[in-house]
């Protein structure tokens, strides 16, 4: 598309994972990265696509990532910008309706009051555009409360054990759980992964889409779209691999 004639390479779109491929969890980008990424998009399309919404991804990315990323994928593209303007959006209450979803809540909320963990803190379901994410600590602890949880749950398996009693009891609701991050899972229709965010670049037609990603394993949330068969997918485990693999691949 004509967009993109300014680049080196046209038909080349790099697609991003946000924590802990471009950032560390839930962190702000270092200068290092920030500078990579204007110096690869001389050369290619960037893009990035996280499970996060878009004010999270503000504050790890820059208050201008939507127009410092050609595409912009919040919410694995549920919520998407494309050279700063925003393409549709899905909503995740109109899919699955009131009814429905108050039971969904009702039975996490009820689950959660009865587990057992060390602390509690606030905001445990987040209603989002296109997904709920539940958090049995409650999205509103501190880093280091975040951390605990992370190292807790390796390993008393709290969050597998939560996934598979809503996959168990909400079996009749196509829903897909997703373990993105430290303290939370994303809950959100089958199919709405990261390879949702594919269908807003479609149109153009671009030849070789790179994935760059640290969840990549299966059950991990960037496994769809990393094994997705028009996807050249690479797997990294933190930022510093992903500079490294960068530069060899581009010749940065
Ligand atoms: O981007 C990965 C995940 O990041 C956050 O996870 P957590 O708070 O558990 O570390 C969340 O925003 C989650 O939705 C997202 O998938």
């Given at each position: 598309m004509a967009d993109w004639q300014d680049r080196e390479h046209p038909d080349t779109i790099v697609l991003f994972d946000v924590d802990?491929?471009?950032?560390?969890?839930r962190r702000a980008v270092t200068p290092e990265v920030a500078e990579l990424l204007k110096v690869l998009k001389k050369k290619v399309v960037i893009g990035f696509v996280g499970g996060s919404d878009i004010s999270k991804q503000q504050e790890q990315l820059g208050p201008n990532v939507i127009n410092e990323f050609d595409f912009a994928f919040s919410e694995n593209g549920l919520t998407a910008y494309r050279l700063g303007k925003q393409l549709a959006s899905q909503s995740f209450i109109g899919w699955i309706g009131e009814e429905k979803y108050k039971k969904l809540a009702n039975f996490i909320l009820k689950y959660i009051v009865d587990l057992d963990i060390p602390k509690k803190r606030g905001t445990f379901i987040e209603f989002r555009s296109g997904m709920i994410n539940v958090s049995p600590i409650g999205r509103n602890c501190s880093i280091e409360e975040r951390n605990e949880f992370e190292a807790y749950d390796k390993i008393h398996n709290i969050r597998p054990k939560f996934v598979q009693t809503l996959k168990d009891a909400?079996?009749?609701?196509s829903l897909t759980y997703s373990i993105?991050?430290?303290?939370s899972f994303d809950v959100f229709p089958t199919g709405w992964d990261k390879t949702y965010c594919l269908k807003h670049i479609?149109?153009?037609?671009?030849k070789t889409i790179h994935f760059f990603g640290d969840k990549t394993y299966e059950g991990g949330n960037d496994y769809e779209i990393y094994t997705h068969p028009e996807i050249t997918g690479h797997s990294v485990k933190n930022p510093d691999e992903t500079i490294k693999k960068l530069k060899e691949l581009f010749n940065i």
């Open positions: 802990g491929t471009l950032t560390p969890a909400f079996s009749d609701y993105g991050g430290q303290i479609e149109a153009e037609r671009f």
